[in-house]
């Protein structure tokens, strides 16, 4: 998953997204949510962000509106985050131009970002041969046949493959921003600016893309009451058996619910929300490894270490020197209440 920061120490990150002709403002949008606005909340900045574009003026998609007085590509020399442009016309080309400025900022080590689309960006400028990436599900095909040498993954939300990280369509742009974010300042940040957008504080890049959601002739109680239920209770050793018996529904129900609102298992989500518990415990000053393990139900430290350097690429101290605050942030409503 991730890498841990790839930011340098000691300044403001500086994430600037690169619009092109027939760019999807949507996406955009997401960036400029994410990485652009400044956080009264938290007291500080995340990021300095900016637009830029080949061209003084470009037209957005589909020709809705023009876009003006963004900054031009020299914008990108001084970038630590590139987002590439995203376009629904797949075939065209991108010009030369866009082509070598994301090549130029690849090359002096920043970390480029596709999403949507962008995969398309990446892959015409020659740089995700052998290398990792998602796309929407219905380019999968065509990605496929123009880009072999591509590793797609193309039934997950998205791709994190160290400087190069795609998403597969518009509402996972998000995940994967809030990942970016997790991923710079720790979960505790992320977690406050998922609730800011009232979404899912964590959906990890390996659910599925497409989530079947049938209309069922009665209508179906949500998870959410039970995924409340779960997160408050995470230093019990919960098993789908428990989780079933408090929905009233079979394990095997339970598994099919799951699969259908979150696109992922209950024993994946279970783990996913400990480890979460565990990385806040650890930014909030816990210290002491066995009671971070048994508060999020990791059980032992040794286990906690394990599943913390697999999620972040740290160990439980390196995490707690990059990310720990002794200022707990403010504890909203859970966002994932909202998409049901």
Sequence with gaps: MSHGSSQPPGRTPRVVAL??????????????????????????????????????????????????????????????TVIVPNRPDIEVPRRSAVLEAIRAAHARGAR??????????????????????????MWADAFRARFPGVRLESDVLFVDDGDLLTASGSASALDLGLHLVRRDHGAEIANAVSRRLVFAAHRDGGQRQFVERPVPEVPDASLAPLLDWARE?????????????????????????????????????????????????IERGEQRLDVVARRSGLGSAANLRARVKRATGLSPSAYRQRFSTHQPLPVGPHPLNQLH
């Design 19 to 80: 619009v092109d002709e027939n760019s999807n403002p949507f996406e955009l949008s997401c960036a400029i949510e994410v990485f652009g606005l400044s956080r009264p909340e938290l007291g500080c900045r995340l990021y300095e962000f900016s637009l830029c574009a080949a061209e003084p003026s470009v037209l957005m998609r589909d020709g809705f509106f023009t876009l003006s007085g963004v900054a031009d590509l020299s914008a990108l020399e001084t970038a630590d």
């Design 112 to 137: 480029l970002v596709g999403f949507c689309s962008g995969a398309f960006t990446l892959a015409e400028a020659g740089l995700l041969d052998g290398r990792r990436a998602a796309c929407h599900w």
């Design 233 to 281: 209770h995470l230093d019990r050793p919960l098993a789908v058996g428990d989780l079933a018996a408090r929905a009233g529904v079979s394990p095997a129900t339970l598994h099919r619910r799951f699969r259908a609102e979150l696109g992922t298992t209950p024993l994946a989500w279970l783990l996913g929300e400990r480890v979460a518990l565990a990385c806040r415990l």
